[in-house]
């Protein structure tokens, strides 16, 4: 079974500093996606940012971007320009690929989630 | 309109009382999901369904059923609620050929 790791419960970074937030996940699977989702106070699930295993090269939206190591199966979510409106709880999550297999392939497996304060 | 409604958002309910939460959507998606959230646990996942003939149970589905009363609508009930059965749940849907979830805003289930 999939397993994803985030050991950090809380981070706190300063205001327009940067920031990352760590994931591990353990597969024996090749092909497969990624995800940071934020979770607000509002309690809103919103994805962040995905990464398809495949693709060598890391994704990056706006300010945030990951660092992909496929090997070493981490999956690290870096804010870059901090801002008050970044605190949240960040979920790392996994999904095998859809492709040729049977629907239990689109379950998203979670980690526990990191709480992230920002410092103004 | 949201894309996916839970209702309730909030409720608490006694030890032993039998409650359902609703889940509909607009998306059109095939598959629907019932998660459950708690502090320092993540996400974990209870139920899912890929079409209205097709439930299959999750990671932690003892105490709970679902039914899916059409493609949009997906129900978790608590046969007979108790207190560890408190927390934050969330209904999601997606469809193949995609990789992303569209999560509901979640029902904040206290059970006392």
């Known amino acids: 079974a999939q397993t994803v790791t985030q050991s950090q419960p809380e981070m706190s970074v300063q205001e327009a500093e940067t920031v990352t937030l760590s994931c591990t996940y353990d597969t024996s699977e090749s092909d497969y996606y990624l995800f940071w989702y934020k979770q607000p106070p509002s309690r809103q699930m919103i994805l962040v940012i995905r990464?398809?295993?495949?693709?060598?090269q890391n994704a990056t939206e706006n300010r945030f971007s990951v660092n992909f190591q496929k090997a070493a199966k981490s999956f690290s979510l870096k804010i870059s320009d901090s801002q008050l409106g970044d605190a949240a709880m960040y979920f790392c999550?996994?999904?095998?690929?859809?492709?040729?297999?049977?629907?239990?392939?689109?379950?998203?497996?979670f980690g526990k989630g990191i709480t992230l304060s920002v410092r103004p | 309109d949201a894309d996916v409604t839970q209702t309730p958002r909030n409720r608490i309910t006694k030890t032993g009382k039998r409650i359902m939460l609703e889940c509909s959507q607009t998306?059109?998606?095939?598959?629907m999901y019932w998660y459950r959230q708690d502090p320092g646990l993540g996400l974990r996942l209870i139920y899912y369904?890929?079409?209205?003939?097709?439930?299959n149970k999750g990671e932690i589905s003892d105490g709970y059923s679902v039914s899916r009363q059409a493609q949009a609508k997906f129900s978790l009930s608590l046969e007979s609620a108790i207190p560890n059965q408190t927390a934050l749940y969330f209904c999601?849907?997606?469809?193949?050929?995609?990789?992303?979830?569209?999560f509901g805003s979640g029902t904040r289930l206290t059970v006392v």
């Open positions: 990464q398809e295993a495949y693709k060598q």
């Open positions: 998306k059109g998606h095939d598959r």
């Open positions: 999601a849907t997606s469809v193949p050929g995609t990789n992303g979830y569209t």
């Open positions: 369904s890929f079409d209205v003939k097709d439930i």
């Open positions: 999550a996994y999904r095998r690929t859809h492709l040729g297999g049977s629907g239990a392939n689109s379950k998203l497996t």
